[in-house]
């Protein structure tokens, strides 16, 4: 190989390195019930108000009292890195230790809680919208986890509504979202090329729809009514459980038993997908902690396995079953995957979770590597999910892609 050509290579990879898309990493088992937190007592998307406060708080079960510090980069609305320097981003500094930590209380599994709020005294505040990333470091400097978060400026309307699929063959299974845009603040120049929008279901980034373009525009109105782009599978109402009196059966479990830590089993779950639907009020996936005669649920909210049962008379060849949520970011790895017990005819798996009350689904990947969220709960129209639409602006000339309206809707409003 010639040197013209090793430099060729170099620079592909270099350029693809660079510029790919950033990913979320997944915490390791000691580090649980991560969440952003606003003004609802559940986890939330953390899509914040320009101003507002980013609190972030996480559990470390090894009982070690680490250090954990936190930089934060900014991103373009591929979420891929955008070209500003910190200064140009942030009021302060990052790379600061977490300093708000307390251990558990009176819990049979200990653990540190620790809780980040931005702005603080040495991280100021961040000084545009648009999208960001939050990483986590242990005192070695290696990563231990990130996540995801925006900041938007309230500067246009995003009107939502949610229809029934246009597309006949999918119209008892999918829901779409048609968007329209306005502005008294901006002017949108070429709104095909400086105009892009995100639509998130039930505030799961992992199946959220980018890359849209206006079909018309109207003056300074863009409007979105697309027959099959914007649409998504529907599912069905989430499971639940709530085991906020750890000692006694609460609504879903099935019985308790106490061995090291406190064990909750659930009743078995079936597969939904071939019946018919029933509505059932859910919390869209989330979870809130929550724990009864406590005074602080951060540090004496205990920790229990959970262990879940999906009934079915036969094995799923070709397809892995995960118990899928917020409650880890709705990830798909070792640690919610289910294994078939050919004895008592269904899936099982066991997640450690801090007490509270829980929505959860079982999904299938198939040997592609295809998520299906509809293969065990079916997909209905009739469903109740969140929609969130995300609008971002770059306008000509412009360094960074800045996120310039918020809007959201429910499907429980849902029409043809």
């Not at 170099?10 to 350029?15: A, N, W």
């Not at 790919?20 to 559940?42: H, L, M, R």
């Not at 505040?125 to 925006?150: A, H, P, Q, T, W």
Request: charged letters at 20%; glycine letters at 6%; proline letters at 2%.
């Amino acid at each position: 190989m010639t040197l013209k050509h090793i430099l060729f290579t170099f620079t592909v990879l270099t350029f693809n390195t660079l510029f790919s898309q950033v990913k979320e990493v997944n915490p390791p088992d000691y580090i649980k019930t991560i969440t952003f937190k606003g003004d609802t007592p559940e986890s939330q998307l953390p899509v914040l108000k320009k101003g507002e406060f980013l609190v972030l708080e996480f559990d470390a079960l090894n009982g070690n009292e680490d250090d954990y510090y936190y930089k934060i980069e900014h991103y373009n609305y591929d979420w891929t890195p955008s070209v500003l320097a910190r200064a140009e981003f942030m009021e302060g500094f990052d790379n600061q230790r977490i300093r708000n930590y307390e251990n558990s209380f009176n819990t049979y599994q200990i653990y540190s809680h620790y809780k980040l709020t931005i702005p603080n005294q040495r991280t100021r505040g961040l000084k545009i919208s648009g999208n960001y990333m939050i990483k986590v470091f242990n005192e070695y400097d290696e990563l231990v986890f990130s996540r995801k978060f925006m900041i938007y400026e309230d500067l246009a309307n995003v009107g939502v509504s949610i229809k029934r699929s246009r597309d006949v063959k999918d119209i008892d299974g999918k829901q779409s979202v048609d968007i329209t845009i306005n502005s008294n603040n901006l002017r949108f120049n070429n709104p095909t090329q400086t105009v892009k929008t995100l639509i998130v279901q039930n505030n799961n980034l992992n199946t959220a729809i980018s890359g849209l373009k206006p079909q018309y525009t109207l003056g300074n109105e863009l409007i979105y009514k697309y027959t099959k782009e914007t649409s998504f599978w529907a599912g069905n109402e989430y499971f639940f459980f709530e085991n906020k009196d750890i000692r006694a059966a609460n609504t879903g479990i099935q019985y308790i038993e106490l061995g090291n830590l406190y064990n909750n089993f659930l009743f078995a779950n079936i597969i939904r997908k071939d019946r018919p639907y029933t509505y059932n009020p859910d919390i869209n996936g989330n979870f809130v902690i929550t724990a009864i005669d406590v005074e602080n649920t951060d540090i004496e909210a205990d920790y229990a396995w959970i262990h879940f049962a999906l009934l079915t008379n036969k094995e799923l060849k070709g397809k892995n079953v995960y118990v899928y949520g917020n409650f880890n970011n709705y990830a798909t790895d070792e640690s919610n995957l289910m294994h078939y017990n050919d004895k008592e005819g269904m899936y099982e798996a066991s997640i450690l979770l801090k007490q509270g009350f829980y929505n959860y689904k079982y999904v299938t990947i198939d040997n592609n590597g295809t998520l299906e969220e509809g293969s065990i709960g079916g997909n209905f129209y009739q469903t109740e999910n969140n929609y969130k639409v995300l609008v971002y602006y770059r306008d000509l000339g412009a360094r960074y892609d800045r996120l310039i309206g918020i809007g959201e809707a429910n499907s429980v409003n849902i029409s043809n």
